[in-house]
């Protein structure tokens, strides 16, 4: 059986079209894995890296992707979480050992040994893939299928730095979130519906009123000043000026979380910026719980993303549009 998939053989500027549109075997499973046919896949910021190559490759050629939402077709001999007919999500963590100190500790998210969905394993640009027993999650019954694919790195990997503000814990505070993107007009929705003050910076006029629209209870340009300091920022632009104006609007023993797999060189960082015990912290992949709670946040509270769609062949044009700023919420690729 043959499928279609994009293919990256060498990264380059997506606009000169590197992902090249190729008739493969459909992959075999072993004995805990699963065959997943292919729905949707989601387009993330950090394909584009992998695709330009910002993100050093791990493996040529490669599929990228890594916001699947599929339906299990065959299951290998050990699979017992899920049958077949059953619709799944398969996120950025493919697998992780379960061993290794991080995985003992909860973080499953920095594992020695773990393989990334779309980067160290083929992922989502295809009609079919092949996923790990206990790495597919079940999708919200409230969200189509195109719908459900930026729950799983926007939403989950947003989700992950919206944890680690420790807001959630706290129950109260001022969200700052910069750049409003994929992730950010989810997280904005999740961020409200648990009870936090969400403020949005944006350098398009268009996003402010969109952030707005969301729910946001101050919208503003990047560079201009809120009415409160901020307890807490999440920065979702990969772009480090951006991350010095989140500094700059922090309160005392606030957190900046930077939710971006990359950064610009930070060139100059002024001490006072992090004085009376300000935080930064990163953030690193998705773990499964991080996954799980989202998708679950999502049904409770009916957080839907707003979403562009285009088709598989299409995902050298869906890349370029995010990486000009063209898209509106979040591209995915609707496979069947
Ligand atoms: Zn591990
Ligand atoms: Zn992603």
Known sequence: MVMKAMVLYKPGPVENEPLILEDRDVPEIGRDE?????????????????????????????????????????????VDDVSVGDRVGVPWLYWACGKCKYCR???????????????SVDG??????????????????????CHAAPLLCAGAVGYR?????GLVDRGEGVLGLFGFGASAHLI?????????????????PWKIEYAYKLGADWAGETRSNPPMKLDAAIVFAPVSWVFIEALKKLDKGGRVVLGEIYMTPIEKLDYS???????????????????????ELAEKHYIMPDITIYKLEE??????????????????LRIK
């Open 34 to 78: 699963v065959l997943l046919e292919i729905k949707c896949c989601g387009v993330c910021r950090t394909d584009l890296h992998i695709v330009e190559g910002e993100l050093k490759p791990i493996k040529l050629p490669v599929i990228p992707g890594h916001q699947v939402v599929a339906v299990v077709k065959e299951v290998g001999k050990d």
């Open 273 to 295: 910026l992090l004085w009376y015990e300000r935080e930064v912290k990163t953030t690193a992949n998705v773990t499964r719980r991080d996954v799980r709670e989202f998708l």
């Open 188 to 204: 904005l929705q999740a961020a409200k519906a648990l009870g936090l003050k969400v403020y949005v910076f944006t350098h398009s």
């Open 161 to 165: 730095a919206l944890r680690l503000t």
């Open 315 to 332: 995902a050298n044009k869906a890349l370029s549009d995010l990486k000009h700023g063209k898209i509106k919420g979040q591209a995915v």
């Open 105 to 119: 500790r909860g973080l499953e998210n920095l594992c020695e040994h773990a393989l990334f969905t779309g980067y």
């Open 124 to 145: 989502g640009y295809a009609e079919y893939m092949v996923a790990k027993k206990g790495f597919v999650h079940p999708l919200p019954k409230t969200h189509d299928d």
